[in-house]
């Protein structure tokens, strides 16, 4: 399996095309994507058309399905964002489009099994809004039962911190890698894949992983955070702060 994964896109589309044009530039045809496409950016519909044309599988996650239906436990400048993008993805633009969008939206997947690998957007126990997080390798009762759920290989993104969960405990950061391939060891892995459009690991180049038989790969792109900025500061419902926290990548 060669593949591309992507994840909290967060309808931020030059970090999206920046991802996509890395991913067709190193010849890799397949690509899926663990979730958020939309939520905290200003072009939804911009992203939604290129998952729906680019995307082998797409999860939901937990900002897709907020504006689908309501948000439950955003904070208020994720609130805000969510009925702005809904009023995007409902009242502008071409009506049969926006149809076929909401469309896309409402069939995403849950989680996606294929062979050993499963693909869910925040962890195999609850998978839309559970967070894992680098610290919860010391929270063992909480690995373990999540690690009960995974066959062999889980890939999440959801906290928008990209690193390599061990079954044995640890936790593999990507920089520890030094941007090379890391083979899957003999053990069961979870991979937080990062996040294209939002990154929270002090890093503001958008992060996605690429998948080759059993290696993996961190790549980082840079793109033009500042034409993403100059965007969210002109809509009045998206705070400044999701442009701010671009630039730091936090
Ligand atoms: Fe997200």
Wanted: proline letters at 6%; hydrophobic letters at 35%.
């Amino acid at each position: 399996m060669r593949c591309a994964i992507v994840s909290d896109i967060h309808a931020n589309l030059e970090a999206l095309e920046a991802v996509l044009e890395d991913i067709r530039n190193r010849g890799i045809r397949e690509i899926y994507c663990l979730g958020d496409l939309i939520g905290y950016g200003p072009n939804p519909r911009e992203c939604i058309d290129l998952a729906m044309r680019h995307f082998k599988v797409t999860i939901m996650g937990n900002h897709d399905q907020a504006a689908l239906f309501d948000p439950e436990g955003f904070n208020s400048s994720a609130e805000s964002a969510i009925f702005w993008t809904r009023e995007q993805l409902e009242s502008r633009g071409n009506p049969r489009q926006n149809e076929k969008r909401w469309e896309f939206l409402g069939e995403l997947p849950r989680r996606h099994q294929e062979g050993e690998f499963l693909f869910v957007h925040g962890s195999p126990r609850i998978p839309l809004n559970e967070y894992i997080f680098p610290e919860d390798i010391y929270n063992r009762r909480k690995m373990e039962r999540i690690f009960q759920l995974v066959d062999r290989y889980c890939f999440v993104g959801h906290t928008h911190v990209p690193g390599i969960f061990l079954e044995s405990g640890e936790f593999i950061e990507p920089a520890d890698l030094s941007g090379g391939a890391y083979q899957l060891p003999d053990q069961k892995v979870v991979v937080n894949v990062g996040s294209v459009g939002q990154p929270r690991d002090g890093d503001p180049r958008a992060c996605y992983v690429i998948l080759d038989d059993s290696a993996i790969t961190f790549c980082r792109v840079p793109y033009d955070v500042e034409k993403t900025i100059e965007k969210i500061y002109r809509v009045p419902a998206l705070d400044n702060f999701l442009g701010d926290r671009l630039r730091q990548g936090r």
